[in-house]
T-cell receptor, first 111, second 115 residues
Framework: TQLLEQSPQFLSIQEGENLTVYCNSS?????LQWYRQEPGEGPVLLVT?????EVKKLKRLTFQFGDARKDSSLHITAAQTGDTGLYLC???????????FGTGTRLKVLA | DTGVSQDPRHKITKRGQNVTFRCDPI?????LYWYRQTLGQGPEFLTY????????KSRLLSDRFSAERPKGSFSTLEIQRTEQGDSAMYLC?????????????FGPGTRLTVT
């Protein structure tokens, strides 16, 4: 069974703090995506990483794909209340078009 | 580009009834996915279409579930004889089958409540 484990599951921080969310698996993925989801809505794509060791930056968000393409991290610098939401990682299983999702990290940024 | 749309957004039904959901993908996208998401969990893969062909189906998709994409455009997901355990958010996503990252774009979901 292929699993993607995210940690932490819950995170509550003050505005201005930094944080890192981790996504880990024993499986190798062709690509990995990060999403943010608001209550009652579908996930919104933030970024896709494809190459092992790849680092992508999106304003205050930095995404990294592990060298072995089994894990990824999302780092947020100077968190803002607007960053509050459920963060999901999803890996595409090599040789298929099937994605598996992580369990999610629920982030709350307090003013 | 209006994005992925789903209809209805909410559905309340009684146990034992049949329900059907519709998904309209982004117009040039040839791949379409259905997922189910329960509270506090990430989405679980149900099935996947490339054009009109259903290429993969999860073991989660019991005989009561069926999905179609007759002309390679919109798709429907039908649940027969609904059970309380079917209550969840049903999400549709589409992607362009280009040799790139196969990024998925999600619709807003259909929230099903079985009473």
């Amino acid at each position: 069974t292929q699993l993607l484990e995210q940690s932490p599951q819950f995170l509550s921080i003050q505005e201005g703090e930094n944080l890192t969310v981790y996504c880990n698996s024993s499986s190798v993925f062709s690509s990995l995506q990060w999403y943010r989801q608001e209550p009652g809505e579908g996930p919104v794509l933030l970024v896709t990483v494809v190459t092992g060791g790849e680092v992508k930056k999106l304003k205050r968000l930095t995404f990294q794909f592990g060298d072995a393409r089994k894990d990824s991290s999302l780092h947020i610098t100077a968190a803002q209340t607007g960053d509050t939401g459920l963060y999901l990682c999803a890996g595409r299983i090599s040789g298929t078009y099937k994605y598996i999702f992580g369990t999610g990290t629920r982030l709350k940024v307090l003013a | 580009d209006t994005g992925v749309s789903q209809d209805p957004r909410h559905k309340i039904t009684k146990r034992g009834q049949n329900v059907t959901f519709r998904c309209d993908p982004i117009s040039e996208h040839n791949r379409l996915y259905w997922y189910r998401q329960t509270l506090g969990q990430g989405p679980e893969f149900l099935t996947y279409f490339q054009n009109e062909a259903q290429l993969e189906k999860s073991r989660l998709l019991s005989d009561r579930f069926s999905a179609e994409r007759p002309k390679g455009s919109f798709s429907t997901l039908e649940i027969q004889r609904t059970e309380q355990g079917d209550s969840a958010m049903y999400l549709c996503a589409s992607s362009l089958g280009a040799y790139s990252s196969y990024e998925q774009y999600f619709g807003p979901g259909t929230r099903l409540t079985v009473t």
